[in-house]
């Protein structure tokens, strides 16, 4: 169980510097995110969030800019393709949100709340992401 524990440490602290030394800080993922308008602190530039975001992987403080992006995030993966640098922005976001609340070894910078509208978003996004069978056999 202790490997185990090891291995996945060793692979967030690959993962985070891999996103780090890929990621120019574009913006292009936060522009196509279906999300931004759900956070509590969204922002005209991209950049300036995705920096930010940046900075809570590096064991930063979070802008609130950039803490509101990552607790609204659903990991829905629209940003994916929209990354030029090959980055993974949904790896990046999941590590980000992992580090913001905590998990990371790192201070606590937001809650894990209930999210009363979340299941309306999965279905929101599943139209977005699956075929017509496909939603089907999910919703």
């Known amino acids: 169980m202790k490997l185990i524990g090891e291995r996945l440490k060793q692979f967030q602290t690959s993962e985070v510097d891999r996103i780090l030394s890929a990621c120019t800080r574009c913006g292009k993922c ?3 995110c279906p999300m931004v308008q759900y956070s509590k602190a969204p922002a005209a530039d ?5 920096s930010g975001v ?4 590096s064991g ?3 802008s609130p800019k950039a803490l509101g ?3 609204v995030c659903t990991r829905s993966g629209v940003c994916v393709p ?18 913001a609340l905590g998990g990371r070894g790192g201070p606590k910078q937001i809650e894990q709340k209930e999210d009363r ?3 309306d978003r999965v279905r929101a996004f599943a139209k977005l992401q699956l075929t017509d069978e496909e939603l089907k056999e999910w919703t």
Not at 46 to 50: A, L
Not at 54 to 57: H, K, N, R, T
Request: charged content about 25%; overall charge negative.
């Open 117 to 119: 509208d979340y299941f």
């Open 46 to 50: 991209g950049k300036v969030v995705v």
């Open 69 to 71: 992006w990552i607790a």
């Open 54 to 57: 940046l900075g809570v992987l």
């Open 30 to 32: 936060y522009e196509v």
């Open 60 to 62: 930063e403080p979070g």
């Open 82 to 99: 929209a990354c030029p640098d090959n980055v993974d922005p949904r790896m990046m976001m999941r590590l980000a949100r992992m580090t």
